[in-house]
Structures are given as structure tokens and as C-alpha cells.
């Protein structure tokens, strides 16, 4: 039989073995890589909103129904903390102390900041930068719910004379982050505040 007389063959299909890989198989990779891309945003998510200080209401309970606090009340401080005490638990704040079962007094706020460290030719190479927060939570007894207290934050940064501007705008940075850092300590120990024996 001559070549021209042979029987024409059909290609044979590869068959995919449990070796080959997915992408050649056209498997599932794409929708694996869906989800995992899924996941990943999702935390990213949820690290993005924790370390914006939002807390989800009724997520924070605390021994007293009614809260007032005391303080200077344009403090940056004293706006924030009552804005996150708004924001988390079932607590009312009172707009007055009678009204209120417990009396949250910030009794002082101080920022400070020193030299940390100098260079080999005496030039400042580090700041210190420190925040202190006394209060104390009592009824409108004088009975204390919670004994006075202090948070007391610090953090340094590196300074450069040729990046003055850049370094300013670091240390506001660092003072809102202290402050911050300083109102979510205070709730957290409002969290074990008691009522006081009459």
C-alpha cells in the first residue's frame, strides 16, 4: 500500500494526569486564587478600621449605665475620648453629674517633650516625646468607682536639621497617635471600674 493509500488518523486529545498542573488542566486555580485574594482583602480591611480606633456599639460594657465626663471641654482629649465612649457600649453619657451614675474626671493632660540623645558634636539627634493623663471616675458622692490613676505614653523620633518642616509634622503625628493611644487605655480600665460599697 503506498503512502497516498493510508488511512487518515485523528489526533488524539492529552489526557491530564494527577501530575499535571492546574493551569494546564484548567482547573480550579482561578477561583482558589479568587478567594485567598478574597481573605487578604478582608483583613487588610479589618487591620485598616481597628487601627482607626472604630469600635463596633455594644461591644464594650461597662458597671455603670451613666457616665459623665469631666474636663476642660474644648481639650482635644476630653472631644475624643466622648466621642469614642459615644461610639462603643450602651452607655449614656449625662450632659450634667447628677444626672450621671459615675463621674469620669480628667484632672490634668501634659505633653512634654525632652532631648533623648545628642550627636558627637553636641547637636540634638533624638526627641522624647511624652504624654501623662490623670483622672479618676467616682460618684457624685466622692466615692470612688475607680481609684485615680495615670497613663503615662511616650515616644521618641530622630531628628535632622534639614528636614525641620518633615520632622514638626512627624511629632503632631506622633502627639494625635499618644492621644489616641491615651483615650483607648482609659476606656479599656473604665471596663473594671466598680461600683462603690454605700
Given at each position: 500500500?503506498?503512502?497516498?493509500?493510508?488511512?487518515?488518523?485523528?489526533?488524539?486529545a492529552?489526557?491530564?494526569?494527577?501530575?499535571?498542573?492546574?493551569?494546564?488542566?484548567?482547573?480550579?486555580?482561578?477561583?482558589?486564587?479568587?478567594?485567598?485574594?478574597?481573605?487578604?482583602?478582608?483583613?487588610?480591611?479589618?487591620?485598616?478600621?481597628?487601627?482607626?480606633?472604630?469600635?463596633?456599639?455594644?461591644?464594650?460594657?461597662?458597671?455603670?449605665?451613666?457616665?459623665?465626663?469631666?474636663?476642660?471641654?474644648?481639650?482635644?482629649?476630653?472631644v475624643?475620648?466622648?466621642?469614642?465612649?459615644?461610639?462603643?457600649?450602651?452607655?449614656?453619657?449625662?450632659?450634667?453629674?447628677?444626672?450621671a451614675?459615675?463621674?469620669?474626671?480628667?484632672?490634668?493632660?501634659?505633653?512634654?517633650?525632652g532631648?533623648?540623645?545628642?550627636?558627637?558634636?553636641?547637636?540634638?539627634?533624638?526627641?522624647?516625646?511624652?504624654?501623662?493623663?490623670?483622672?479618676?471616675?467616682h460618684?457624685?458622692?466622692?466615692r470612688?468607682?475607680?481609684?485615680?490613676?495615670?497613663?503615662?505614653?511616650?515616644?521618641?523620633?530622630?531628628?535632622?536639621?534639614?528636614?525641620?518642616?518633615?520632622?514638626?509634622?512627624?511629632?503632631?503625628?506622633?502627639?494625635?497617635?499618644?492621644q489616641?493611644?491615651?483615650?483607648q487605655?482609659?476606656?479599656?480600665?473604665?471596663?473594671?471600674?466598680?461600683?462603690?460599697?454605700?
Open positions: 500500500m503506498s503512502s497516498s493509500e493510508r488511512p487518515a488518523v485523528a489526533p488524539v492529552p489526557v491530564a494526569s494527577a501530575h499535571t498542573p492546574a493551569r494546564a488542566r484548567g482547573g480550579d486555580a482561578p477561583p482558589r486564587r479568587a478567594a485567598v485574594a478574597g481573605l487578604v482583602c478582608g483583613l487588610v480591611l479589618a487591620a485598616g478600621i481597628t487601627g482607626c480606633g472604630f469600635r463596633l456599639r455594644g461591644d464594650v460594657t461597662y458597671a455603670f449605665s451613666t457616665l459623665y465626663v469631666s474636663g476642660p471641654p474644648s481639650a482635644p482629649i476630653v475624643e475620648l466622648t466621642r469614642t465612649l459615644e461610639n462603643g457600649g450602651e452607655t449614656r453619657l449625662a450632659k450634667a453629674p447628677a444626672e451614675q459615675a463621674i469620669l474626671e480628667i484632672t490634668n493632660v501634659v505633653d512634654d517633650k532631648v533623648l540623645s545628642l550627636s558627637s558634636g553636641g547637636r540634638v539627634r533624638e526627641y522624647l516625646l511624652t504624654k501623662r493623663v490623670s483622672f479618676n471616675v460618684d457624685g458622692a466622692g470612688d468607682w475607680l481609684p485615680a490613676g495615670e497613663i503615662s505614653i511616650r515616644r521618641s523620633y530622630t531628628f535632622n536639621e534639614s528636614e525641620v518642616l518633615a520632622r514638626e509634622a512627624q511629632e503632631q503625628r506622633m502627639l494625635r497617635e499618644m489616641t493611644d491615651a483615650v487605655q482609659i476606656v479599656r480600665r473604665l471596663q473594671a471600674a466598680k461600683k462603690p460599697v454605700a
